[in-house]
Every structure is written in structure tokens, then in C-alpha cells.
């Protein structure tokens, strides 16, 4: 007798492998059989019609400190995540001194765009060290599975105090000690480390975050105390991929390159396509190629859609920082619609500009060749000549005039979206280039994260819908599963789960593949302390299975808690 039996789905198991039609039989959380079963169970579900597959594996998520209040970890819970890893771009809640809570804080809301008034409510802090926060992890109520990188961030500050925000090295004894504290986490069940070296990561004074400048002893001796442990991984942020500079991105290469063979240990590091030079990637892939090929792992992690960014009148936008529209900001949200549809308001909005020369300030200055509308049903791959600029100039009138017109439509919750990368081609073939390479990881959907203009954690729904059943030249639906699945476990070390074989973890998705799509996103305030962020719904996911148990039914949340934290300690070969 069996606890659950899922009949006549049709299985892609996550290997690459053909789909076929056949059942699944679950008993005390693991899958036990798989084909045609005859056998009963104490429950059944008809996946007749359904897509049967692994549940997702995320590997680049930001909920350190949603973890500890939220246990479905939405948007990605509804997305048919299963299993989160965060700690990822060098910030993390760990370890930790009470007196560097606040700083770390700080950190994270600079770099993540998550607010610290809704961290500072909704942390209940229960830990000091590493393994005291993936116990404090355990002890909580969850859906799903949650693992964990240590941060870079919060490592140099445990260990040198005010220092280890400056352009300052460690001592012999302070790098030894760093070491130490990451082996300690490696034996606790940390999946790896991560850092940052990228330019626009930047404290909310506007310097440079902790471990930016870290030299190759700090890293390397870091990095040997993961590779020591037999498996985890490392998370660079590589320093010159904000400018596309091939002189500096080859220079992290190297030294990505080095962490790897001589530590012993796989190096991940995100890749896109970047439009001041949109064939950077292409050497970069091949450079890991070359490097692997030498004994190291290097990993380039890419996204399946373009990295880009929500404008609103509700959220982040380009005026947000104009004196003119900050004016508006203390009005109630039908009270600030009616100003806005004023024409004297928007004419002093247009002719307006942002006081303070910032990151933003460059971000906005021109967005609008890669800016669309984009709509109650979203695409982020839409005609290029659909863009902003290009409308306006058919329509005879300024960009920055029909961006604030299209904002308005919805009642004010209209969005534009700014393929800020991965969109120089004006399409997303270099992207499918990048996901088809067996050097890739899919990855960057940075769940929990800049929750004021961007919500990406539905990037495992669009491999899905956009890549293996609309794109003409699309990818096969099997290929698109194991990406979302064996294949971001296993490369961080996790071996029981992202397959639907005898002896997996029942991790599990069924999916009306027809009816699969991603909702217009939305800004709700559902943060601690009333903290707005920005969600995207999935309609499509029938059943979501944590460990057997249904997590997640058309959508809605069934209140089975089966989660746990991922501790590689755990793992067996």
C-alpha cells in the first residue's frame, strides 16, 4: 500500500529523457515506484492530461530574511518552486553579531531593493553564527525547502568589524579565520559561498559592499575551505559585467578560473547579454569552456528571459525621483491617479529632471529604445519595433510623454518593461544559444528581491511557456525541465531530489501545460511593516507536492508544511 499514487500524467523526469505516460507512487515523502502501477494507495490523483515533472530548483533567490516569516516564499511558491537557495550576490543574515544586524540590514536593502523596515519587523533574530541560523531555518514552519550560501558580506563583517567595509585586507589571522567559519558552515550544511566584485553593489552610503576589493589570498582561502568539503559551490558577482569591459570580464575569468582548480570546486558567475558589447557572453562561454577543459568548473548562470526592470506609477519609474512627482507621494493611491491625469501635474513631471546625479539617474536618462508596454498579458520577448521610442515617434510626440501616458492606463497599475539586458538583438536567440550549452545554469531570477521594479521569480513558469511550448524556435520541453531541475541540484551539490526516479525526494509539479501563464504583475503591501513589493501570480500549476504532500492546489495554499532547510552535510553521494 502506498501513501499517494499520481496516475496517467505525462512524466518528464527532469533526466532529459523522453516524456511518456505512466504513475508515481510516494511513500513516506520519497518516490518509490514509477510506471504502471497496480498497486493501491491511501490516496490517488488523476494527472490524466497533466504534466507530471520534478519541482523546481532555484538557485539564485534573495528570501534570507523572507525565509523567516514566509513559508511559501511567494512569488517563487507559486511558481512551482520547491526548493530556494539564497545567500546569493555576497549578502546574507549570517553569521552575524547583534551589533551588526542593522548593518546588515542596510546591506541588503541597498544591493536587493528589499526594505529594512519590513526586515527589521519581520526577522526574529535566533542566531549569531551559521549553523545557529540553519537551525533557526529548521525550527520554523514551511512549505518549501530553503538552502543557503554564506555571504561575503556578512563573513568579512563578523571578522573585521568597521574594516571589512573598506578597501582594507584582512590579516593572516582574520583570512584564517574567515576560513574556519565557512568550513564550520560547510559542516552545518551550507551549499557554498558567495561574493560580489561588480561596481553597482553598493552600501546605502554609496560605497563599494564588504568584499569587492577582496584579494585572490582572501578568496582562494575561502574558497579551499568549500572545496575541502568535497562539494558546494561559488557565487561570483564578477566585477566589469555592469560595463560589458572585456579587458576586466577576462581578467575575473582568470581568476575564477584559478579559485576553481585550486580549491577543488565549482565557480558559478552570472552572464547575459550586454548591450555595450552583446557578444561578450560568446567569449566568456568560451573562455569556461577552456578553463573546463584544464580540470577547473566554471558555470556562467543565465536567465530565460531578458534582465529588465518595472516601471509604474506604483512602483519604481523614471520620474520616481523628480521633486514634481516625490510631491505626490504622501497622497492615497486613487488621490495620486487623480493628480497625475492633471495636465498641469504632468507637464511639471515632464519638465522636470532628477537633482541628484545617481546610478538611477543614468539608468533612466534614455531607457526607452528597449522599453515596452508590457500589457495584462506579459511578453517579455515583444516586436522590437514595439518599443517606446519608436511609438512615440510614429505618434508625433516625446517618449518620456507616451511612457507616462501608458503608465496610466489600468487605472494607474500599468507597466513598462526596460530590457535592460539580453534584448541588444532585439529578440532572444543569444539567450537560447546560452541556455542550450551544457556550460550553462539557469539562474538569476532573483526571487524575494528588488521588490520595486523588478519580480522575475516566475522565470521557471516562462522555460515553460515561452521557451518549450510558444517560441517557434523554442526548447525541448525535456531539456527545459532538467534545467530547472537535476541540473541547478545537482550543480550545488544536492543529489535527492530534481528527478522523478525510485529514491527522490517527491518534489513534485503538476502542470496544465495549456493553461500555464504568468499574470500581469502587481504591488501589493503585504511586507512587515506594511512594505510594498511587486508579485506575479501563475495560473496552470494544479498541484504542487513538497516531500508528497500538496503544498500548493490550483494556486492556493493548502497549509501542509512539509519543508525543510537543504544541508549538504545531509546529502548522500
Not at 541597498?110 to 531555518?137: C, H, M, N, R, T
Not at 570580464?249 to 565549482?266: F, I, N, T
Not at 495560473?539 to 508544511?561: P, S, W
Request: charged residues 25%; proline residues 6%.
Amino acid at each position: 500500500m502506498h501513501d499517494l499514487i499520481i496516475r496517467g500524467g505525462t512524466i518528464i523526469d527532469g533526466t532529459g529523457s523522453p516524456g511518456f505516460t505512466g504513475d508515481i507512487a510516494i511513500n513516506d515523502g520519497k518516490i518509490t515506484a514509477v510506471g504502471d502501477i497496480s498497486a493501491e494507495a491511501k490516496e490517488v490523483i488523476d494527472a490524466e492530461g497533466l504534466l507530471v515533472t520534478p519541482g523546481w530548483v532555484d538557485t539564485h533567490t534573495h528570501y534570507d530574511g523572507q525565509a523567516t516569516w514566509d513559508p511559501l516564499l511567494t512569488p517563487s511558491g507559486w511558481h512551482g518552486v520547491t526548493t530556494a537557495i539564497m545567500g546569493n550576490c555576497g549578502v546574507g543574515f549570517a553569521p552575524v553579531a547583534p551589533d551588526h544586524r542593522d548593518r546588515m540590514i542596510d546591506l541588503m536593502e541597498s544591493v536587493e531593493d528589499i526594505s529594512a523596515d519590513a526586515l527589521k519587523a519581520g526577522i526574529d533574530w535566533q542566531w549569531v553564527s551559521f549553523p545557529e541560523y540553519l537551525d533557526a531555518l529548521d525550527r520554523m514552519p514551511r512549505a518549501i525547502d530553503v538552502g543557503a550560501y554564506v555571504g561575503h558580506c556578512a563573513l568579512r563583517t563578523f571578522v573585521m568589524g568597521e574594516r571589512g567595509a573598506e578597501d582594507e585586507d584582512p590579516t593572516e589571522e582574520e583570512t584564517q579565520q574567515m576560513a574556519d567559519l565557512m568550513s564550520e558552515a560547510m559542516e552545518a550544511g551550507a551549499l557554498g559561498f558567495s561574493t560580489s566584485r561588480t561596481a553597482i553593489h553598493l552600501t546605502p552610503d554609496g560605497d563599494p559592499i564588504p568584499g569587492t576589493f577582496a584579494k585572490e589570498d582572501e578568496l582562494m582561502a575561502i574558497a579551499q575551505a568549500v572545496g575541502g568539503y568535497g562539494r558546494g559551490l561559488l557565487e561570483v558577482i564578477a566585477a566589469g559585467l555592469e560595463t560589458g569591459d572585456p579587458v576586466i570580464h577576462k581578467s575575473e575569468m582568470a581568476l575564477m578560473r584559478k579559485l576553481s582548480l585550486k580549491a577543488g570546486c565549482p565557480v558559478t558567475y552570472l552572464m547575459a547579454q550586454i548591450g555595450k558589447d552583446p557578444d561578450l557572453w560568446r567569449e566568456s562561454f568560451r573562455l569556461a569552456e577552456e578553463a573546463n577543459a584544464a580540470g577547473a568548473t566554471l558555470i556562467p548562470q543565465v536567465s530565460c528571459r531578458p534582465v529588465g526592470m518595472l516601471f509604474s506609477f506604483e512602483s519604481e519609474n523614471p520620474f520616481a525621483r523628480f521633486p514634481s512627482f516625490m510631491a505626490l507621494k504622501d497622497l492615497s493611491q486613487p488621490e495620486r491617479l487623480a493628480a497625475l491625469r492633471d495636465p498641469e501635474v504632468k507637464a511639471r513631471i515632464l519638465s522636470d529632471k532628477d537633482p541628484a546625479l545617481t546610478a538611477w539617474t543614468q539608468i533612466f536618462a534614455n531607457p526607452w529604445k528597449l522599453t515596452f508596454a508590457l500589457g495584462d498579458k506579459p511578453n517579455y520577448e515583444p516586436d522590437p519595433d514595439t518599443n517606446i521610442k519608436t511609438l512615440a515617434k510614429n505618434k508625433g510626440c516625446q517618449p518620456a510623454e507616451l511612457a507616462y501616458d501608458l503608465m496610466l492606463e489600468s487605472d494607474g497599475q500599468a507597466f513598462l518593461f526596460y530590457a535592460s539586458a539580453g534584448f541588444s538583438d532585439g529578440n532572444l536567440d543569444a539567450t537560447r544559444e546560452m541556455l542550450l550549452s551544457p556550460t550553462s545554469m539557469l539562474g538569476g531570477s532573483d526571487g524575494g528581491a528588488h521588490c520595486n521594479f523588478i519580480v522575475d521569480a516566475g522565470v521557471p513558469t516562462f522555460m515553460l511557456t515561452h521557451w518549450a511550448r510558444d517560441r517557434k524556435e523554442g526548447i525541448p520541453i525535456e531539456a527545459a525541465v532538467r534545467k530547472q531541475t537535476s541540473d541547478t541540484a545537482r550543480r550545488n551539490g544536492i543529489t535527492d531530489r530534481g528527478e522523478l526516479l525510485p529514491g527522490q525526494r517527491a518534489d513534485i509539479n503538476l502542470i496544465d501545460l495549456e493553461q500555464l501563464t504568468s499574470l500581469a504583475p502587481l504591488v501589493v503591501n503585504d511586507l512587515p511593516a506594511g512594505g510594498s513589493r511587486l508579485i506575479q501570480r501563475a495560473e496552470g500549476y494544479v498541484a504542487t507536492l513538497v516531500a508528497g504532500q500538496v503544498i500548493m492546489k490550483n494556486g492556493e495554499d493548502t497549509g501542509a508544511r512539509p519543508g525543510a532547510v537543504v544541508r549538504l552535510s545531509q546529502m548522500g553521494n
